[in-house]
């Protein structure tokens, strides 16, 4: 009896173990699977919320690209809230519209810019031709920003041939005409840093001033001419604007300073191969050594200037000699090669003519 009764305490404890583990085990499953559909749940919502992310930004790339193509007039007068307000599609197509007739309009400005040069140079090749009441007609039908220096320049240069009157009065008043009308160049070149045009200009105020003995202006401006013409390394017009400057010197007796700027110009010359500046330096030389009664060396320096001319004259028959020469081989050339060609054809035709001969004999 109490073996049964040890054996059914036995069983029935093992029972509640079995029981109680059972339990402990599908708590544990239950808990796993909680945290499993958590985790599921929060990976979905996650994942929608990049998705959205991705969306929005991309709508806002495209509202700025949209906005920042706008035209500076839809941007900045009361429409600072478009941007906010591109919510939507049509906003945005909108938008976009607007940004894309800009570019357009960008487009044949552009195009408008392109035709307006090419009437500019047409402009420019006509004037050359023009007397003063046209051109000043042409200024004051001009509609072009470019074309204002061009046409003050060629009215200065008209005005620049007071060389040709005898009347001092109207000289003078040419001579003035030209400043006036050159300043009005040189303010438009300068707008458009055009050196070219401002070294013309400084050369053309040099003349005029050096022919009014006003010697301070001209020398200032012939220095602005130099100035520009080594920033270019344009060696000619250094040279020229040397020798204009050594002349401008001899004039108020600065001889010694006018001695160097002839210096420098014959050895530019030489060094770069200008012979015929070259000559026209040696003339100067030959000037100068008049003002201050050096004959012997104005005599030296006319002698060298006649034999580099001389020389230079040599050197251009040569060239021209030599021209000739290549050209009249060329001809020679050509008609040899069509000799050739018609005793070749000659020779065929005979040949044909004996054959067709023989052919009718033997028939």
Same mark, same amino acid.
């Given at each position: 009896?109490?073996?049964?009764?040890?054996?059914?305490?036995?069983?029935?404890?093992?029972?509640?173990?079995?029981?109680?583990?059972?339990?402990?085990?599908? &708590?544990?499953?239950?808990?796993?699977?909680? !945290?499993? +559909? =958590? /985790? @599921?749940?929060?990976?979905?919502?996650?994942?929608?919320?990049?998705?959205?992310?991705?969306?929005?930004?991309?709508?806002?790339?495209?509202?700025?690209?949209?906005?920042?193509?706008?035209?500076?007039?839809?941007?900045?007068?009361?429409?600072? &809230?478009?941007?906010?307000?591109?919510?939507? !599609?049509? +906003? =945005? /197509? @909108?938008?976009?519209?607007?940004?894309?007739?800009?570019?357009?309009?960008?487009?044949?400005?552009?195009?408008?810019?392109?035709?307006?040069?090419?009437?500019?140079?047409?402009?420019?090749?006509?004037?050359?031709?023009?007397?003063?009441d046209e051109l000043k007609q042409q200024l004051k039908a001009n509609k072009y920003e470019l074309l204002k220096g061009p046409l003050y320049t060629e009215i200065s240069l008209r005005y620049l041939n007071y060389d040709t009157l005898s009347n001092k009065k109207q000289k003078s008043l040419y001579q003035n005409e030209a400043i006036s009308y050159t300043m009005l160049a040189l303010h438009q070149y300068s707008i458009y840093d055009d050196t070219l045009g401002l070294r013309l200009c400084f050369d053309n105020l040099t003349k005029v001033y050096f022919a009014q003995k006003k010697y301070t202006q001209a020398k200032w401006f012939i220095l602005q001419s130099n100035n520009l013409s080594r920033l270019k390394n344009d060696v000619p017009n250094i040279i020229a604007s040397l020798i204009t400057l050594s002349a401008i010197k001899s004039d108020i007796e600065d001889y010694t300073l006018a001695m160097s700027d002839l210096n420098e110009a014959l050895q530019l010359s030489i060094t770069h191969h200008y012979p015929k500046i070259e000559s026209e330096v040696l003339k100067n030389y030959a000037m100068l050594y008049n003002r201050v009664k050096n004959y012997p060396k104005e005599a030296m320096m006319l002698k060298k200037r006649d034999s580099l001319n001389e020389s230079i004259r040599r050197d251009e028959r040569a060239k021209l000699i030599a021209s000739m020469n290549a050209q009249a081989f060329i001809q020679k050339r050509k008609l040899d090669s069509l000799q050739k060609k018609k005793v070749y054809t000659y020779n065929i035709r005979k040949s044909y003519k004996n054959s067709s001969a023989k052919k009718i004999t033997s028939l």
């Open positions: 009896m109490k073996i049964a009764a040890t054996l059914f305490i036995m069983l029935f404890a093992c029972f509640k173990l079995s029981a109680s583990t059972c339990s402990d085990t599908s &708590k544990t499953v239950s808990s796993k699977n909680k !945290t499993d +559909s =958590l /985790r @599921a749940f929060t990976d979905f919502k996650a994942n929608q919320t990049y998705q959205l992310a991705r969306t929005e930004n991309h709508v806002y790339s495209v509202r700025l690209l949209a906005f920042n193509n706008l035209p500076d007039s839809l941007k900045f007068t009361g429409n600072k &809230k478009l941007f906010a307000m591109t919510d939507n !599609t049509e +906003s =945005l /197509r @909108a938008l976009l519209i607007l940004s894309h007739a800009d570019s357009l309009k960008l487009k044949q400005a552009d195009s408008l810019r392109i035709v307006e040069a090419v009437h500019v140079d047409s402009v420019k090749k006509n004037i050359k031709v023009m007397g003063i």
